[in-house]
């Protein structure tokens, strides 16, 4: 079946880089993203990578993708307090995304 | 300018009620979507529909139904209201389906925090 998992909670300080983990199981997704959600509001496409790549860079975001393993990382670089929120992994099936339960990041300063 | 509107951004409500959420998007998109993230966060997709088919996640109750007046709107109407239906509801939508398409990115809506009580 199609699950998406990420790991719950991760905490750095400010400055520090941050790597938020994923696996995936359907290893036909054509592409695979990460969204971030702030308290409060909805869902924001931060980046994606086609999935015959292996990385992706975004000024402070890199994507690392391990096809083989099915597994998705996301590094932020200098992280910053701003950048505390939920982080969801996705991978799309068909007609929607399924995501994974998503990993809260805790910037302390 | 708001791409992906949803109204009301709160609900509270009875059980047993029947309510409606509305979603309006203005991208001149023609997929759209209804998500449920429970109170854990964890977000499931519930419909997709475009101006050819519907598609429902078998998971969600017959008491949940889409309707789309026309392309830019997708509502969500809901009969017979459970405690369990309280959650945040999310609209999305994208230019075309997801599939194969990496232009398909998806525009969520802010949401709709539904209380059942």
């Known amino acids: 079946g199609e699950d998406v998992e990420q790991s719950l909670f991760l905490s750095v300080r400010e400055g520090d880089s941050s790597v938020i983990n994923c696996t995936y199981t359907d290893s036909s997704s054509t592409y695979l993203y990460w969204y971030k959600q702030e308290p409060g509001a909805g869902l924001q496409l931060l980046t994606y990578i086609f999935s015959n790549m292996d990385m992706k860079q975004d000024q402070r975001l890199t994507v690392l993708l391990n096809k083989k393993d099915k597994h998705l990382s996301l590094r932020i670089a200098d992280t910053q307090t701003g950048d505390s929120a939920i982080y969801f992994c996705a991978e799309s099936i068909s007609t929607a995304l399924i995501f994974g339960k998503g990993t809260t990041l805790s910037v302390s300063s | 300018d708001t791409a992906v509107s949803q109204t009301p951004k709160y609900l509270v409500t009875q059980m047993g009620n029947d309510k409606s959420i509305k979603c309006e998007q203005n991208l001149g998109h023609d997929t759209m979507y209804w998500y449920k993230q429970d109170s854990k966060k964890f977000l499931k997709i519930m419909f997709s529909y475009n101006n050819k088919e519907l598609i429902i996640n078998e998971t969600v109750p017959n008491r949940f139904s889409p309707k789309s007046p026309d392309k830019a709107h997708l509502n969500l109407h809901i009969n017979s209201l459970e405690l369990g239906d309280s959650a945040v509801y999310f609209c999305?939508?994208?230019?075309?389906?997801?599939?194969?398409?990496?232009?398909?990115?998806?525009?969520f809506g802010p949401g709709t925090r539904l209380t059942v009580t």
């Open positions: 999305a939508s994208s230019q075309s389906e997801l599939a194969d398409n990496w232009r398909a990115e998806q525009y």
